[in-house]
């Protein structure tokens, strides 16, 4: 096994397989680390989802930046990936969620992003299958996109094989050695790898990991659910994703049939050091009674869920991350010299993935990053540990409101 490497990276989801290749073109030597399958966890369960119109211009930026690497994925890394520009409609039912659109149409004129507020019969010509009743505003934004997530983390691996990564699967980090200085050495069953830098990007297990290395990191993993639907006649790729923001709910089109997925207010949060050294995210209890719900809360948007005739196709879930502030965590992990983080990802990583890797990359190499993460950096957090008790309530809020007016935070999926 290798022996040395100038970054271990933890974690072969979006994020770490995203910072393996971006450090891997800068010329570093890198190991990634990954305890079971490549790629297998939570990231090729997500929707796919991107927005660029986000909370402020450096979040929005950062968005953009991702929407671009999606749109040139496999120029650039000579890797598959299923892109679909289908655009976006976000739905308001309220006036206070009307406003929060217009403030969303200022913010993405400011930032170049196409976004405008559309008629409910434009927006029935682009989603047929929307229905008219209970809408107070509609904005449509025609640059939004998904990708088949499954593609993203697999491809960053492969690409960052090609330009000399080291990829270990079924190769868990079990510990480190720490010196004065900081990170000296990363050990797993197979022996130790010297190295001066880790990036911590184990996604549910990240705060296991922090731990191991001596730093704390206040996120949640937090169970978030989908669902597929067999084909149904005249749903198409060409339908763009919408978003009810009220009720936390997005749908768009896959394979046929359309996606459910949403934000219920009471989110199973998981203690991933109570579960088995060996858990795989394919175990973890899923529900489906709260996609039902979900989907009776939008049935006059959305009558079509309504349908004793439709059948789920697939029902799937993950473990993202949840901030108190739901944003996104990167960055240097206080306290422990040579230790990175890319965590939190609030239930939008997938999509963030390709610019937040190529920002640490940056940040890792050059002490600086040519995206400023200011707002998203661990820093934010550093001697301000919440108990865990209100450090749970506060992630669960920020889970519920996801889409909510008020909290111009989120980052979007
Ligand atoms: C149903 C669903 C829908 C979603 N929709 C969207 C969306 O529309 N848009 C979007 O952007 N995001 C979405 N997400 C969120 C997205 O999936 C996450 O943000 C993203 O996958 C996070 O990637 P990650 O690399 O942090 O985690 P993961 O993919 O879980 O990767 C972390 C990896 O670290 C490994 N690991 C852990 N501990 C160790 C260790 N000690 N040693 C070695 N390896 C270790 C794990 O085995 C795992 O493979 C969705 C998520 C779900 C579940």
Known sequence: ?????????????????????????????????????????????????????????????????????????????????????????????????????????????????????????EAQRRLPILGARGIAAITWSPTDCNVEPSDLPIGYCRAAEKLGAALLPHTPATGFEIGAGGVEGVRTPQGTIATRAVVDAAGGWARLVA??????????PTRHQLLITEPIAGVGPEFPIARVIDANVYVRHERGGLMLGGYEPDPLQVDMAALPPAFDIAELPLDIEVLWRLARSVSEQFPIFQDPTIRVAEHRGGLPTLTMDDRYLAGPLPGVGGAWVMSGCCVGGLSVSPALGEAMAEWILDGTSSLDLTEISTARFAGREADEAALRERCRQAYAAHYRAGRETSAVS
């Open 1 to 121: 096994m290798i022996t040395s490497a100038d970054v271990v990276v933890i974690g072969s989801g979006a994020f770490g397989a995203s910072a393996a290749y971006h450090l891997a073109k800068r010329g570093a030597r890198v190991a990634v680390l990954e305890r079971l399958g490549l790629a297998s966890q939570t990231s090729p369960r997500a929707a796919g989802l991107s927005s660029q119109v986000r909370a402020t211009p450096s979040l929005t930026r950062l968005a953009r930046r991702a929407v671009g690497k999606l749109a040139s994925f496999t120029d650039e890394t000579g890797q598959p990936l299923r892109f679909t520009q289908s655009g976006a409609l976000k739905i308001a039912r309220n006036e206070r969620d009307a406003e929060q659109l217009s403030r969303e149409v200022a913010r993405g004129a400011a930032a170049g992003v196409e976004i405008d507020f559309v008629s409910i019969a």
């Open 211 to 220: 731990a191991g290395l001596g730093g704390a990191l206040p996120v949640v």
